[in-house]
């Protein structure tokens, strides 16, 4: 024992992409799977709750804080080793997830390409099923080393065992709260080509003449991504955000044929794409956008960002109780206007 370094009321707002949030009674920053039992005994001994942070890019701390034990799993290190012409990379949760994608782009490994640019740690990552322009982690993940708080075991839970979904996973759902994510295993191909389904990145790279390769493909998605405000960018207030604050609905048949037909009716098209279609699943950013916000909404400290109608931005000196504020306003505007009740993204810490 002894290891680990315990810190008192450390305040979260800088651990978080929105920054905003009060102070957390104990905070540790775990390097390795012994400080994270460590940290966890702590816990339990002190009788006080756990959360555990990874990048805190989908994460909205209340203004009081949080009165238990904020660990921080900063296990770092990315391993390689191939297996019938699959390369294995497996990766420390504490990882930040797009360094991760930069290393296996430059060896030339497909499968992660589109995910370039999204902030958070590699432990982030299985937790909502990360996903974006045609990729998502369920493709790619073998594997999960996690710590069971159940039984404090150290367990390797196989993809399938992970009950990956869009925007859900075993961690942010049935199990919630039971794991500590330790590392992740990305099985990639060598030599495999880019993905390149998503509308916004066959625009990018129409009249190209030859294929695009997978580094000129992670170019493209940061390129998009930074003018969406989805990139963080030193500097840039738009991208002061959690990402995405709200998750595009799926509908059932009926409902969604409705609002198909109300919008017609106003002479409105909902954008459509295969991948929408498929799940009937509605662009949340168009509801939001055809509910009386737009980009750039908002006056005071929180507000749309201007670059993308589905981001909530801080603006400088924002509180948590005005995000909510205006997610709320959203919410009730959406649901008044097309009956469909939309679902926050991120996390909620202390509320
Ligand atoms: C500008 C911007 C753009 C974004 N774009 C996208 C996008 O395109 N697609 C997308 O899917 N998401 C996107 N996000 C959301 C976010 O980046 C991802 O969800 C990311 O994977 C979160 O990882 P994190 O390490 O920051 O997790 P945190 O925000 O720290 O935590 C989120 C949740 O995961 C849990 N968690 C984190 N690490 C672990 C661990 N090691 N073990 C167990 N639980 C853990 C936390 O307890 C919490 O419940 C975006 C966010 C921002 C700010």
Known sequence: MGHMRLQENVVLAPLTTL??????RYFVEARSMAEVREAVGYARSHGV????????????????GWPGLVLKVGIAGIEESGHNGLMQFEVGAGEEW???????????????????????????????????????????????????????EVRELCREACGF????????????GRYIILR????????????????????YFAG?????????????????RASKAMLIVPGDEDCRSAGSFFKNP????????????RAAALRLHIPSYPAL???????????????????????GRVGISRKHALALVNRGGASAAEILALKEQIQSRVEEIWGIRLEPEPVFLGF
Do not use: M
């Open 19 to 24: 920054q905003v949030g009060g102070p957390a």
């Open 49 to 64: 709750p756990l959360f555990v942070l990874g990048g805190g890019s989908n994460l909205v701390v209340s203004d009081s």
């Open 98 to 152: 797009d360094k991760f994608v930069a290393a296996a782009v430059a060896r030339n490994c497909a499968g992660v390409e589109c995910l370039s640019g999204i902030p958070g740690s590699v432990g982030g990552t299985p937790v909502q099923n990360v996903g974006a322009y045609g990729q998502e982690v369920a493709q790619t993940i073998d594997g999960v080393q996690a710590l069971d708080l159940k039984d404090g």
């Open 165 to 176: 979904n869009y925007r859900t996973s075993i961690f942010n759902t049935s199990e919630r």
């Open 184 to 203: 992740v295993t990305y099985g990639l191909t060598p030599g495999g080509e880019p993905c390149i389904q998503y509308a916004d990145l066959k625009k």
């Open 208 to 224: 190209w003449s030859l294929k695009p390769t997978l580094r000129e493909t992670r170019d493209a998605v940061r390129r998009i």
């Open 250 to 261: 799926i509908l059932l048949t009926e409902k969604w044929q409705e609002i198909n037909q």
């Open 277 to 299: 279609e498929a799940q009937r699943k509605v662009s949340a950013a168009w509801l939001v956008e055809h509910s009386g916000f737009s980009k750039g909404y908002g006056a």
